[in-house]
RNA sequence: UGGGGCGUCGCCAAGCGGUAAGGCACAGGGUUUUGAUCCCUGCAUGCGGAGGUUCGAAUCCUCCCGCCCCAGCCA
């Protein structure tokens, strides 16, 4: 995998690395770390930090380590525990025989938590959640001290302990660090620390607690006793290193990790919420978290995209600290590169238009040879079969057209793609005045070489229509219609911004014969179409399902568009 | 003057006092039995703004402007 790998360019963590490697800092060591919150499926944001902790590791003969951040095991469960795992080893990484929980963690953090308590730096607040924001201030104002502040150590401790036996309701009470309650920095005003769940069934603990520490508490110590050199997360959390330096410095633990952060992705087009992404899958906008349609991990492979093209998305996008809005171009070409070394050739009508060759033998049928991909021999050659009756694409025939369309006219000839060149003799109607079939010729004498006398400028693709196989294919656009789907008039809500269009389902495709038997996982170019692959939920129904990963670039559309 | 960050081409992003990399996008041209691919060419006298220091400033200093994050017993 890696070596395929183009090589990472170089941002400013690696910078901080180096100089941390040159000063002789953690024995040389390089240890990062991926920390999921199992509350739902990985997305391409987490695929950028997955890319970085474990591409770090790589780079510098380090190791990076898969820990489930698990502490709230209110939204937690072991689905998303068993996809996060098998994300990450689709897109290519191993944590060996490193996979944690914080949840490993418990009963030392637990210790740790009485060592705080005992130096009289920890205490049982019993205010409750209103009444601490109130006491808490605002973003201007400075806090006032909980009046339970000064409890003793010994109150403390009996009182934390009895917190743990469960000899107080949800609420009741929590601990906290005792701080800085005026600190302009709100994540010092003695926040909490522990606070009390009864009822839950914790997805690795059981039912053993009934106290959960905070994430401020639990990952500085998680990151510390795995001997994590470089901690990296994302920028909304720069607030609270001083908290997680603080925790490290209050405590009795060998090691001190250096929280290093970094911007989170934004994708156009999309979302990448969490809270977002459940509520498109809970309310039904979408299939689930592997509809084709989502930016979630799960989604992507189904669509088609290769782990590669991803890691190479996340390398060009980089790691910086500015807010970002990574347009879909980015992505679509990374994927369009893969596919295009990768992706054997083949031929599928989309929107089928019945042409007839008159001048071809009626039974008569033919296989002709066609190469796999045009400028790489070694992918080899497939046999097409051709005969009298094809399907051609709706949008590859006109009655009339400027010499700009170079496809199929009245009166016009063509070359089939792998075959030969035809002429358009007729076109059959409905009452409707719709174009049903066409009649053509065809000239013998133009199988692979040119017709001599007169240039055929325009190639389509084609299908028998007695071999084809016939399929349903999805055509998938942009989830959203607004670049930034957070962009909502007043009042509005981001499922406003949903694209209506984003799935176009065609029942009547036909698929070159050798597609018939095509399996998950392989990818195709329908030439002149896109990339499809076929779909891996409706592999095992009667008629093929092939999910469009991407088109090819169109620069004839964009003339279209122009009005040419 | 709550605190913490960020502003370099349409979108990402190098640059770290010696005279603006690269990718995507875009625009031209060439090759082509995919309007694909590939190959050429073009694309910031300019780095949020204004001053200053310096022989020399995107890089240093000052002031100003804009955007993002923080008041969960979420992560």
């Given at each position: 995998?890696?070596?395929?790998?183009?090589?990472?360019?170089?941002?400013?963590?690696?910078?901080?690395?180096?100089?941390?490697?040159?000063?002789?800092?953690?024995?040389?060591?390089?240890?990062?770390?991926?920390?999921?919150?199992?509350?739902?499926?990985?997305?391409?944001?987490?695929?950028?930090?997955?890319?970085?902790?474990?591409?770090?590791?790589?780079?510098?003969?380090?190791?990076?380590?898969?820990?489930?951040?698990?502490?709230?095991?209110?939204?937690?469960?072991?689905?998303?525990?068993?996809?996060?795992?098998?994300?990450?080893?689709?897109?290519?990484?191993?944590?060996?025989?490193?996979?944690?929980?914080?949840?490993?963690?418990?009963?030392?953090?637990?210790?740790?938590?009485?060592?705080?308590?005992?130096?009289?730096?920890?205490?049982?607040?019993?205010?409750?959640?209103?009444?601490?924001?109130?006491?808490?201030?605002?973003?201007?104002?400075?806090?006032?001290?909980?009046?339970?502040?000064?409890?003793?150590?010994?109150?403390?401790?009996?009182?934390?302990?009895?917190?743990?036996?469960?000899?107080?309701?949800?609420?009741?009470?929590?601990?906290?660090?005792?701080?800085?309650?005026?600190?302009?920095?709100?994540?010092?005003?003695?926040?909490?620390?522990?606070?009390?769940?009864?009822?839950?069934?914790?997805?690795?603990t059981g039912e053993a607690w009934c106290i959960y520490p905070m994430y401020d508490f639990t990952h500085p110590i998680s990151d510390a006793l795995e001997g994590i050199t470089h901690s990296l997360c994302t920028l909304e959390f720069e607030d609270h290193r001083p908290l997680y330096d603080w925790v490290l410095d209050n405590i009795t633990i060998p090691y001190h990790p250096q929280q290093i952060e970094f911007s989170r992705l934004n994708l156009e087009y999309t979302v990448m919420s969490k809270r977002k992404l459940t509520q498109l899958v809970e309310e039904g906008f979408v299939e689930g978290w592997d509809d084709p349609r989502m930016p979630t991990v799960a989604g992507l492979r189904r669509r088609g995209f290769t782990?590669?093209?991803?890691?190479?998305?996340?390398?060009?996008?980089?790691?910086?600290?500015?807010?970002?809005?990574?347009?879909?171009?980015?992505?679509?070409?990374?994927?369009?590169?893969?596919?295009?070394?990768?992706?054997?050739?083949?031929?599928?009508?989309?929107?089928?238009?019945?042409?007839?060759?008159?001048?071809?033998?009626?039974?008569?049928?033919?296989?002709?040879?066609?190469?796999?991909?045009?400028?790489?021999?070694?992918?080899?050659?497939?046999?097409?079969?051709?005969?009298?009756?094809?399907?051609?694409?709706?949008?590859?025939?006109?009655?009339?057209?400027?010499?700009?369309?170079?496809?199929?006219?009245?009166?016009?000839?063509?070359?089939?793609?792998?075959?030969?060149?035809?002429?358009?003799?007729?076109?059959?109607?409905?009452?409707?005045?719709?174009?049903?079939?066409?009649?053509?010729?065809?000239?013998?004498?133009?199988?692979?070489?040119?017709?001599?006398?007169?240039?055929?400028?325009?190639?389509?693709?084609?299908?028998?229509?007695?071999?084809?196989?016939?399929?349903?294919?999805?055509?998938?656009?942009?989830?959203?219609?607004?670049?930034?789907?957070?962009?909502?008039?007043?009042?509005?809500?981001?499922?406003?911004?949903?694209?209506?269009?984003?799935?176009?389902?065609?029942?009547?495709?036909?698929?070159?014969?050798?597609?018939?038997?095509?399996?998950?996982?392989?990818?195709?170019?329908?030439?002149?179409?896109?990339?499809?692959?076929?779909?891996?939920?409706?592999?095992?129904?009667?008629?093929?399902?092939?999910?469009?990963?991407?088109?090819?670039?169109?620069?004839?559309?964009?003339?279209?568009?122009?009005?040419?």
């Amino acid at each position: 995998m890696s070596d395929q790998d183009k090589s990472t360019p170089s941002h400013f963590i690696r910078q901080i690395i180096d100089h941390d490697l040159q000063a002789g800092k953690n024995e040389g060591r390089v240890h990062t770390r991926f920390p999921p919150e199992p509350n739902g499926y990985l997305h391409i944001g987490h695929a950028k930090s997955i890319v970085l902790n474990f591409g770090l590791a790589q780079d510098y003969q380090g190791k990076c380590n898969l820990r489930f951040d698990d502490t709230n095991p209110h939204k937690e469960n072991v689905e998303f525990v068993e996809s996060i795992q098998q994300d990450v080893r689709w897109l290519g990484y191993d944590w060996e025989d490193r996979l944690f929980y914080a949840s490993d963690y418990f009963q030392q953090l637990y210790d740790f938590a009485v060592e705080l308590i005992t130096a009289g730096k920890a205490y049982v607040c019993d205010l409750d959640a209103e009444q601490m924001r109130e006491y808490r201030g605002t973003l201007k104002e400075p806090g006032r001290e909980s009046p339970f502040r000064s409890r003793s150590v010994e109150e403390n401790l009996d009182l934390f302990a009895r917190m743990k036996a469960g000899e107080f309701a949800d609420g009741e009470r929590v601990l906290r660090a005792k701080i800085d309650i005026a600190s302009p920095n709100m994540n010092l005003r003695d926040p909490t620390l522990y606070r009390i769940r009864h009822g839950v069934i914790h997805h690795q603990t059981g039912e053993a607690w009934c106290i959960y520490p905070m994430y401020d508490f639990t990952h500085p110590i998680s990151d510390a006793l795995e001997g994590i050199t470089h901690s990296l997360c994302t920028l909304e959390f720069e607030d609270h290193r001083p908290l997680y330096d603080w925790v490290l410095d209050n405590i009795t633990i060998p090691y001190h990790p250096q929280q290093i952060e970094f911007s989170r992705l934004n994708l156009e087009y999309t979302v990448m919420s969490k809270r977002k992404l459940t509520q498109l899958v809970e309310e039904g906008f979408v299939e689930g978290w592997d509809d084709p349609r989502m930016p979630t991990v799960a989604g992507l492979r189904r669509r088609g995209f290769t782990s590669g093209s991803i890691r190479e998305f996340c390398h060009r996008i980089g790691i910086t600290k500015s807010d970002n809005l990574v347009e879909m171009g980015v992505l679509e070409s990374c994927i369009r590169e893969d596919l295009d070394t990768h992706a054997p050739r083949r031929m599928g009508v989309l929107h089928p238009l019945k042409l007839v060759i008159e001048n071809y033998p009626e039974d008569g049928e033919e296989w002709l040879s066609a190469s796999n991909h045009p400028k790489n021999e070694s992918m080899g050659q497939r046999e097409i079969p051709f005969s009298r009756e094809i399907y051609i694409d709706q949008a590859d025939f006109r009655e009339e057209a400027n010499k700009k369309y170079k496809r199929l006219v009245s009166g016009g000839e063509v070359r089939l793609r792998n075959a030969y060149v035809i002429k358009c003799e007729e076109v059959l109607k409905n009452n409707q005045g719709d174009i049903v079939e066409l009649r053509c010729s065809y000239d013998p004498e133009t199988l692979g070489k040119n017709p001599e006398g007169r240039k055929v400028r325009g190639v389509i693709h084609w299908v028998s229509a007695r071999h084809g196989v016939k399929a349903e294919v999805r055509l998938y656009d942009r989830l959203f219609s607004q670049p930034n789907p957070d962009k909502v008039t007043e009042g509005g809500h981001f499922t406003d911004n949903l694209n209506p269009d984003s799935l176009r389902t065609l029942t009547d495709c036909y698929l070159e014969s050798s597609l018939g038997d095509a399996s998950v996982g392989e990818r195709y170019q329908f030439e002149r179409e896109g990339y499809f692959t076929m779909d891996s939920r409706e592999a095992s129904g009667e008629k093929p399902v092939f999910n469009r990963i991407v088109t090819l670039r169109d620069s004839w559309a964009k003339l279209e568009k122009q009005g040419v």
